[in-house]
């Protein structure tokens, strides 16, 4: 085996080939921009909102608007460089595709396996928390289902063990068994997966005209959702600002990134776009920009409404509405939720059997994969793949594991997302050919030789002035707090070691800006994210070298 092998590049002409008008044509192009834009407002604004919102105001106050801007400027800059390459390569894959152009094979597989996991975990999540808003729902219309139907068999088990009053233990106390195992399982969440796969399978299309129809419904209610709740704001309870510190505004980084990874999905949506050299990358920054500043709004009013140390549950927005004795806010919120986590299902649902058929086309999947519905125009088998995928952890897992999970893959995927622009020279022959091309997106070049550097020393004397034992706490290494600070001590590392590559080698500055921030928002995860992962992509390289490695298109 062969060293080099590992890093060969797929050339750009292969890959417009494959997923154009040549080998693998089939899928019907009927996205638009403003369906694109829909797409992306459908997988943002869903667990985010109604549930994971909660976790991070509970962490870090009403500061924590200040982590969704940190993010959506993170996420910004890396939406960009999604959009320069959807520009240039615009076929189904997502960053997959994107690495395999710019690092080569091993990095586009490693990628690949992350995405597969961010687009699966992150739907169990999701699956979960509209279980929840679900049986809220029947229970209004006093619709009761047994609380072993309602809950996963793991958070059953822990509530048993440790004799916590409430769903879970009453699900293990009443369950029907089988021998000695009992029946656990969280039925509306498998059902809605069902639901969700079926309609995937059966065209683009269709998933189209639902998605943008629960998007009408979930903005509108979002919109009320605020309107209502800012008669209820007391100023008193936005401070403290940073109740914990700016630690504590961090430690909500898994929670406030999970909210953003949709606009992600939206790039395998290609092949079914009109234009997608012009629509694609306006779809992700529109999208992106107005998730935003709903996002922010929104955090603004819930955290007016009542302290932040109450908002620490699973339905943050029915929660305040609960207190404030607004109780037919509480019907209008489930729905809301309902709607809004069904279309981040939808869209998360799409993505990743265009990820599995892309990398089957390259011969690291099987061929399976890669087939089109003759009737549906659909990759089938990877669909229906994709619904078991998500479907059967769901009877063995619970909803605090993946979160923390899907974060640290995105992320992920967006530092090789960005790190690839970098690596793609603006003099290349590619590139004159993309600028002189009208509607199609660019990145602007900006030289970034002294202006990162700049950057680098104006922030770092900033932090020192407005926080000055941030770095001080940063390298105590004493114990409990070296798994804290070693990544942001790398991360500083980083920014010296950066500042020097740019001032030689004259780097452009907004992928170098994505790539810096993503970095910085990963030293954010907890040790058993980064373990976790590690296991993760193990299991993937290992299929590599097993199957992947000899049967790649590129070995042949």
Sequence with gaps: ???????????????????????????????NVKDL?????????????????????????????????????ACGFTAMCYAEFASRVPVSGSAYTYAYVSFGEVFAWIIGWALLMEYSIGNIYIAFSWSGYFTNLLEGFHIHLPEWLTINYKSSHAAFLESKAGEGLS????????????????????VINILITYLVYKGTKESKNFSNAMVYIKLAIILLVIIVGAFYIDIENWTPFMPNGFGGVMAGVSAVFFAYIGFDAVSTLAEESENPQRDLPRGMIY???????????????????????????????????ALKGVKWMLFIVSIAAVVAMTSVMLVFQMGQPRIWMTMS????????????HPKHKTPGFATIVTGLVVGLPIFFTDENFVLDFTSIGTLFAF??????????????EDELKVRATKGKFRIPYINSKFVFPAIV????????????????????????????????????LLCIVMSFITFFKNLSLIPLLGLISCCYLLTGMAVSNWKWFGVWLL??????????????????
């Design 37 to 73: 834009t829909f797409f992306g407002i459908a997988a943002i604004i869903g667990g985010g909102t109604f549930s994971a919102i909660g976790n991070a105001c509970f962490s870090g106050g009403p500061g924590v608007i200040l982590l969704y801007v940190i993010c959506a400027i």
């Design 415 to 428: 530092v090789l997302v960005c790190g690839g622009v970098l690596m793609l020279s603006p003099q290349s």
């Design 1 to 31: 085996m062969s060293l080099s092998n590992l890093f060969r590049r797929k050339p750009t002409s292969t890959i417009l080939q494959q997923g154009g008008d040549g080998e693998h044509s089939g899928l019907n192009k009927v996205l």
């Design 361 to 372: 086309r390259d011969g690291l999947m099987p061929k399976k994969f890669a087939e089109i």
């Design 171 to 190: 699900a293990w106390q009443n369950a029907p068994t089988i021998g000695s195992l009992k029946i656990i399982f969280d039925l509306p969440a498998v």
């Design 539 to 556: 299991i993937g390289l290992v299929f590599y070298f097993a199957y992947g490695y000899k049967n790649s298109k590129l070995n042949k």
């Design 457 to 492: 020393v104006g922030s770092s004397i900033l932090v020192h002035y407005l926080f000055p034992t941030y770095f001080g706490s940063s390298f105590d290494f004493s114990e409990g707090k070296i798994a804290t600070n070693l990544p942001l001590v790398v991360f500083f």
């Design 287 to 321: 999208s992106l920009i107005i998730c935003t500043i709903i996002y922010i709004v929104l955090a603004l009013v819930i955290t007016g409404m009542v302290k932040y140390d109450l908002l620490g549950v699973s339905d943050p927005l029915a929660e305040i509405f």
